[in-house]
């Protein structure tokens, strides 16, 4: 982003990105998710980043929000290596929100269930060194009720609890990623008002569909557009408007136009007698007769210190030891 400062608060320089097989590498013979994406965000930009489904956008978020290693020097947020330096996360100044917050939220320390009975103000309260009039603010926002029960709430009210949590605590980089998606759309117009308020020196990264954009002229300073991985667009809302792309983007057709393409090259490929779906390249370097990837079975595709499993789909599931389904 153009910018009088001089130093980035949000850097990404040249990122490519795999995701890793079962071993932690990418499989062999893979494309990289994300190839050549760079970006700079500066003091008090509002940045909203938008593409399909599919296009890389959490990815891109996780990364920054440090939970994908990659080389130190393809990003830096203030300056420092979102994946090593974990002081960035846990002093407060980088918080990423996210779809994981759905079931758990950080409490006190632990990965506490956001679906266990207990009341609102518990949750809310329990977090300490906090601010207040933050918090009222917060409270009054996203109308909460305090005397709600987590395990008998709605999701959209679960959610407005976890984000209240998430942003109890002043940030200097904040990366959300859809979270306003379960929300209605009051609540949406004030935290995002809120949220507008409350970034001055801040940088604030929020994933949307273009869709959502619709209500949001005043809200981001500028847009990023990300298609298969690559930046497409990166301007200020200003500029937008001028060279008229707003419109454009307002209304989806620049994602639409992404997802037609991509509709159409599935249909060349059937007509072509190819898979519709081009090969993926199986996620793992275990190779040979899978009965005795004894480590897949043994495992299910987790890693140690990853919160995720790279391998999924019912195979995986049948083949599971213990049971437990997986988002
Ligand atoms: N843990 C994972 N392991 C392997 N591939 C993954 C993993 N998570 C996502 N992907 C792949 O990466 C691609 C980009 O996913 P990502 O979630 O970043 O997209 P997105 O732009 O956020 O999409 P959406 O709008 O649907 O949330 C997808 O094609 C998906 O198949």
């Known amino acids: 982003m153009a910018s009088s400062q001089s130093s980035p608060m949000v850097e990404i320089n040249g990122l490519e990105f795999t995701y890793p097989g079962i071993d932690g590498y990418p ?18 930009d509002r940045c909203l980043l938008v593409g399909a489904n599919g296009a890389g956008k959490t990815t891109i978020l996780k990364i920054l929000g440090g939970k994908h290693m990659v080389e130190p020097h393809m990003v830096r947020v203030l300056g420092r290596s979102a994946f090593h330096d974990t002081n960035l996360t846990s002093s407060g100044d980088l918080c990423y929100l996210g779809g994981e917050w759905k079931r758990d939220v950080a409490f006190a320390g632990f990965e506490v269930s956001i679906q266990m009975d207990v009341s609102a103000e518990k949750m809310i309260n329990g977090v300490g060194g906090v601010d207040p009039a933050r918090r009222a603010e917060l409270i009054k926002v996203l109308d909460i009720d305090l005397s709600w029960r987590m395990h008998n709430v709605s999701d959209g009210q679960r959610r407005r609890v976890q984000i209240c949590m998430g942003l109890l605590k002043p940030y200097k980089v904040l990366l959300l990623d859809e979270i306003t998606v379960d929300l209605d759309v009051l609540a949406r117009a004030d935290l995002l008002k809120f949220l507008k308020k409350n970034v001055k020196k ?85 190779v040979g007769d899978p009965a005795k990837a004894a480590v897949r079975v043994m495992n299910n595709g987790w890693a140690a210190g990853r919160l995720h499993s790279t391998l999924a789909g019912e195979e995986n599931f049948t083949f599971s030891s213990n049971r437990v389904l997986r988002q």
């Open 27 to 44: 499989p062999p013979g893979s494309t990289p998710l994300i190839q050549d994406f760079s970006l700079s965000l500066f003091s008090g």
């Open 202 to 286: 801040e940088v604030l990264l929020s994933s949307m569909q273009p869709i959502y954009l619709m209500g949001l002229r005043a809200g981001p300073s500028h847009i990023v557009y990300v298609a298969h991985g690559r930046l497409q667009l990166s301007m200020s809302m200003d500029k937008l408007r001028e060279t008229s792309n707003l419109s454009l983007m307002n209304s989806g057709v620049l994602a639409g136009k992404e997802i037609n393409e991509e509709r159409k090259r599935r249909k060349e490929r059937k007509a072509k007698g190819l898979p519709e779906f081009e090969k993926q390249v199986e996620g793992t370097r275990v």
